[in-house]
């Protein structure tokens, strides 16, 4: 017994000393490219993509890239050749080397005065033939956006397309950042629910239990009911709609920003969005100027402009432009961004017969409802809410929608309910327009149309 003691006290003197030791031992942390600046003379750990890869018999070039920016390596070492001769692009690399002043011409390497000599290469993941180019250095062969979808996770690699998600990233961190100092609260709402929240038929149905349910349009029938408890709310929320086109302006899953305010009218949250999207591009401008660049996008913050939907209708019948009696054409969507551009125009005072049921009349055949045109699009439509049950039940009945489907969200109303207003914003719609995207597709990471379910 004295012996088995003897033995565990060794061990664990052993096993302590061990860890001691390797306390002691620095392990290369990771450096990103864009933060090899300032390191000349140093041997710095780098991890990443092989973007290209050539050589001589006596000297090897290859450009690595992370998330970060690009960089050129070089390895003199012979005995590192046949290690490379392994490597195939896009393959995942790490390198320990020293950084070294060069004169880099490569117009993909954003750090053109530096290279890193390499001194050790370990070969992380090696990448089969590629099925579309992540470098597509030949701009007259470009690869169509149905195969780049195919293999969207090869895509994303491309340096513009990581521009697009960056510049998307600061527009959701933006939005938030803009509504916390609005002292509005962020909500989380189902999306699961039992009747159609627009009161359309263009809806997902889904077997839940023994009941069929449906996917949601929008969470408005929902931040109706809490704004009227918590006064001023907000949400990045999911909305499906199964509308069968086929367009570069739709999907059939997006995601919006909504706001809802109490004790507002379509007046008050227009200004909001006014100043929330201002707020958000001027986050941008700030954030993701080399992003903007890359894409060769110019981009201004916005100015304002308020027109009754009459009065558009009057300049789109001057100009011979077809709209209809309670809804924008898209010519006159894109009149409207010629007319009057890095604008939010804000047109109001929209037919009734053309705002869902819940938007408030204005007197017999106008609304407290409006829509905003951004860039020649309509980025969001809002108004003031019905907060009145019984107007709201007439309303339902006009739109030919039963009462009884919606009554819990008619008797919310019931016990003390403020006026209130609020918006939607498309968060794929709003990326598409201030990057000047010709397809909506390329502003969502794994797009969701009528005819796409995968990747």
């Known amino acids: 017994m004295k012996d088995l003691k003897n033995i565990a006290v060794a061990t ?62 070089v390895l003199f070492d012979t005995a590192l050749f046949d290690t490379c001769s392994k490597i195939t692009t896009e393959s995942v690399i790490a390198i320990e080397g020293l950084i070294k002043t060069a004169n880099v011409k490569s117009a993909e390497v954003t750090e053109k005065n530096l290279e890193i000599e390499v001194k050790k290469l370990d070969v992380i993941g090696i990448a089969e033939p590629l099925p579309i180019s992540v470098v597509e250095k030949d701009k007259s062969i470009i690869t169509d956006l149905s195969k780049r979808l195919d293999y969207r996770f090869l895509d994303l690699r491309k340096q513009e397309i990581q521009a697009i998600f960056k510049v998307q990233s600061t527009l959701l961190h933006a939005y938030r950042e803009f509504m916390k100092k609005e002292d509005a609260i962020e909500a989380l709402f189902p999306s699961i629910i039992g009747a159609s929240s627009e009161g359309g038929t263009e809806v997902f ?26 006064e001023k709310i907000f949400a990045v929320f999911t909305v499906w709609r199964a509308e069968k086109h086929n367009t570069v302006r739709h999907l059939n899953e997006s995601r919006q920003l909504d706001f809802e305010m109490a004790f507002a009218d379509d007046m008050s949250v227009m200004d909001v969005l006014a100043r929330c999207v201002q707020f958000i591009i001027k986050k941008i401008l700030e954030e993701n100027q080399k992003e903007l ?23 789109m019948k001057k100009i011979n432009i077809h709209m209809g009696k ?51 699009m309509e980025i969001s439509s809002g108004g003031q ?25 008619v008797d919310s109303f019931r016990y003390g309910a403020p006026p209130h207003a609020g918006w939607g914003v498309g ?29």
């Open 12 to 73: 664990i003197n052993y096993i302590n000393t061990a860890l001691r030791i390797c306390s002691q031992v620095k392990t290369m942390e990771r450096t990103k490219i864009n933060q090899l600046n300032g390191k000349i003379g140093e041997t710095v750990l780098v991890k990443g993509w092989v973007q290209e890869f050539r050589g001589q018999s006596k000297i090897k070039f290859m450009l690595l890239r992370d998330n970060s920016g690009v960089v050129q390596c």
């Open 293 to 315: 660049d890359v894409l060769k996008v110019q981009l201004k913050v916005p100015g304002v402009k308020y027109i009754t939907f009459a009065q558009t209708a009057e300049i």
């Open 427 to 455: 968060v794929e719609r709003l990326t598409m327009l201030v990057l000047g995207l010709k397809n909506i597709r390329e502003a969502v990471l794994f797009p969701r149309d009528r005819e796409r379910l995968t990747p």
């Open 205 to 230: 149905s889904v077997q839940y239990f023994e009941k069929t349910a449906l996917l949601s349009q929008s969470c408005q029938l929902y931040k109706q009911m809490l704004a009227c408890s918590m």
């Open 385 to 409: 809410r019905i907060h009145l049950p019984d107007l709201l039940i007439e309303r339902l009945k006009v739109k030919g929608l039963n009462p009884e489907h919606f009554k819990s969200y």
């Open 326 to 376: 309670d809804d924008l054409s898209g010519e006159a969507e894109e009149k409207l961004g010629e007319l009057y551009p890095d604008t939010i125009v804000f047109v109001h005072d929209w037919p009734i017969s053309g705002k869902p049921f819940y938007i408030m009349p204005k007197g017999d055949d106008l609304s407290h409802g409006f829509d905003a045109i951004y860039r020649g």
